[in-house]
């Protein structure tokens, strides 16, 4: 199976050195990092470098490019990059594909899927998400925060039994990297109790320019986040998703459990005048509440706040 990882940046750079160090000795699986630019040119030069509570290891995959023609023929991608690249990377990975390819998007929010339909029509578009803090220190270098390296995926719509028929082998694929890996019918759940705590939060950190703790600590912040959170809860269900009754608990507690004054990556981004996910992460909500007829407004102020000092 050749296995293209598409972006390496943190997220891309964590799963795509995991899974290379673990494929090394297979003869049966290819790893290809598709990026560009300074980062391709490191990783050319001098490997993958990435470090984390297990150690650090450099690892060179089967091929890194950022060519199509010598990417020549996917069977597993794996999307990995902001957002706001997503449709111009698929577009040029068209060539890539054939009518067996699946298709695994790791991103914030819970957009990724329709994009990648829209834009990969014959290819098996699974739903995805991964929980893990990493950064990217220089390109080709990136360092993870804490030890948590999760990944849920599956396809929506067939049961428990399916998935694993379907995607089974994908699984044991994804295992190889040491990360924790679930594969479950309820993919849309999960996307979207992620979605839950990462709109708002990314939200309301980066327009009262406070960490979580703050956020948390501060009567109007911890007010706006907790109106945010009832208006995508609400507009979840709007959309039959079958989130816990107790949704919001779980995710102020889970905000909670953070150490003090970390940042969200939206508001480390905007902090250092780079492109936000602004539009995927709240934009989202807002068209999309007034599509299904769900009041958002505070997530309506929030938008409206942050165009004024987010890179879109």
């Not at 799963?15 to 090394?24: S, T, Y």
């Not at 597993?76 to 298709?103: C, D, G, M, Q, S």
């Not at 599509?291 to 102020?301: E, L, N, S, W």
Request: include cysteine; charged fraction near 25%.
């Amino acid at each position: 199976m050749r296995i293209v990882i598409v972006g390496l940046g943190g997220v891309g750079g964590m799963v795509g050195a995991r899974l290379a160090a673990g494929l090394a000795d297979s003869l049966e699986h290819e790893i290809v990092f598709w990026c560009r630019g300074e980062t391709l040119s490191a990783i050319k030069e001098k490997g993958l470098e990435i470090s984390g509570h297990d150690g650090n290891i450099t690892v060179r995959p089967s091929l890194a490019t950022y060519s199509v023609d010598e990417v020549k023929s996917a069977d597993l991608l794996i999307f990995a990059t902001k957002n706001y690249h997503l449709e111009a990377a698929a577009r040029e990975l068209v060539p890539a594909i054939h009518n067996k390819t699946v298709v695994l998007p790791l991103l914030n929010g819970v957009s990724a899927v329709a994009i990648l339909e829209k834009q990969l029509p014959q290819c098996d578009v699974l739903g995805g998400c991964i929980y893990i803090s990493v950064h990217v220190e220089r390109p080709g270098t990136a360092r993870q925060a804490g030890s948590v390296q999760r990944i849920i995926f599956g396809k929506k719509g067939i049961n428990e039994a399916e998935n694993l028929t379907r995607y089974g082998g994908i699984d044991q694929i994804l295992k190889k990297s040491g990360f924790s890996i679930t594969l479950t019918e309820r993919i849309d759940v999960e996307m979207w109790s992620k979605m839950v705590f990462l709109s708002p939060f990314a939200g309301v950190t980066t327009l009262f320019k406070r960490s979580i703790s703050e956020v948390l600590s501060h009567e109007e912040s911890f007010g706006t986040v907790k109106r945010m959170i009832q208006e995508i809860e609400a507009l979840a269900r709007a959309k039959s998703i079958g989130l816990p009754a107790s949704i919001a608990d779980i995710t102020i507690e889970k905000a909670r459990s953070f150490a003090p004054f970390t940042k969200t990556s939206m508001q480390i981004d905007q902090e250092k005048d780079r492109q936000t996910e602004l539009e995927s992460l709240i934009g989202y909500v807002c068209r999309e509440g007034k599509a299904t007829g769900v009041p958002t407004p505070t997530y309506d102020k929030v938008y409206d706040g942050l165009t004024a000092v987010c890179k879109k």
